[in-house]
């Protein structure tokens, strides 16, 4: 296919919406050192409007592609195939590399991805809370729950000789049925020690330190000096992001408050909940959830007058990530990418009782208090608390 041709089918899909907020948004990758023990993080930030600056390729790498592929259980030579057709020439409204935007303290959000899923797979979400004066670190995990994700590995070098490094990719692995509970427990805890390193990691640039990026970048870290407020952070998540996001609250009290949305629970064991004592907010959407998982949520809530659950109606679980921007109608009902809801009718509820929640416990004043009637279900397309029938 040819570059015009692609431009042409770019512009007749969904696009993956702007933020709404008052602030550009840029966009740069992040991976340090060393090995799997460092962080690899796609950074949202409030940016200087520059308007030289290309908008972020959505998915990068051919890698991402065999990956999804084999998540899907569709072979990699076909799969690469038709997501490079449909998706290849896909970006998100960010800003590549475009300079930081100096001259306040910007509160902190750290986001982690579903299974299959990887750091840009969320752009829709980490942009808009961006566009309202956050910084967003969407997190890629390294535990085999991304569909692909990849490090540097030290060559073996003679002594004396420069360290050589190499790409080691790592793929989605589906754990056998009998080790599946065990292994979703040993990940959850490895992406909530992958948050909090990117928490230090950003806290670290935050005091000055230099910090050395594995990937080829020119990004300026430099403005990033004390811009950050320390005291402002919260953790969010979708599916098994939000079990990590809950477990990282558990794991990390610098973290003020939670977003988990359309929580997957079964990772979590029972002793976790006894240690969040931070306010946790659950979107759920109206397909996707069933009574225990719901009942595991309810736990939490019973403990935390300040958690609530509020669901969308007509959204399905797939409402949260890019996906449902960009496929048509019929694909998005095939693969269950769209509910009976508008994509963007349904992210926005999301958005803004997202930021209703993080600016009353992260004691913020932008404004967010217009949406505060979401939190307790109020709107005509969300309804408090949950659509499951649960027992008295």
Sequence with gaps: LSAETHVKMQSKLERIPEGNGPHSVGCTDL??????????????????????????????????YYGLSDFLNVCRTVGKF?????????????????????????????????????????????????????????????????????YYKEKPSSKGAAAEFQEEWIYYRKPKASEDASFRRQQVQQRAVE??????????????????????????????????????????????????AIETLSQDARFKCGVA?????????????????????FINSEKFQWESNVLEMKKLVLANRETKIITIKGAVHQSFADFTFLAGTIVGKIFKLKGEIDPKVSIDVSNKASLAFLGKHLGLQKGFHQWDPLLEGEGPNVIPGTNIELPN
């Excluded at 962080?39 to 409007?49: A, H, K, T």
């Excluded at 960010?94 to 902190?108: L, Q």
């Excluded at 949305?261 to 004592?277: F, T």
């Design 31 to 64: 991976m340090t050192g060393p090995g799997t023990q460092g962080s690899f993080l796609r950074l949202f930030y409030p940016s200087q409007n520059d308007t030289s600056c290309e908008n972020t390729i959505w998915i990068p790498r051919k890698e991402y």
């Design 82 to 150: 038709l997501l490079s057709c449909y998706v290849g020439r896909v970006t998100c409204p960010a800003k590549w590399d475009a300079a930081f935007k100096p001259g306040e303290r910007y509160p902190v959000v750290i986001f982690s991805h579903g299974i299959g899923a990887f750091r840009t797979l969320y752009s829709a979400i980490c942009i808009e809370i961006a566009s309202w004066g956050f910084i967003v670190a969407s997190v890629e995990h390294r535990d085999q729950s991304a569909s692909a994700t990849y």
């Design 261 to 281: 949305l359309d929580a997957w629970m079964m990772p979590l064991r029972d002793e976790v909940y006894a240690r969040v004592h931070q306010p946790l907010l």
């Design 195 to 244: 948050c909090i390193r990117a928490l230090d990691l950003l806290l670290d640039i935050n005091s000055g330190r230099r910090i050395e990026n594995l990937l080829p970048m020119s990004f300026d870290w430099a403005p990033v000096k004390d811009a950050i407020d320390t005291h402002r952070v919260a953790v969010m998540g979708h599916s098994f992001g939000a079990a990590t």
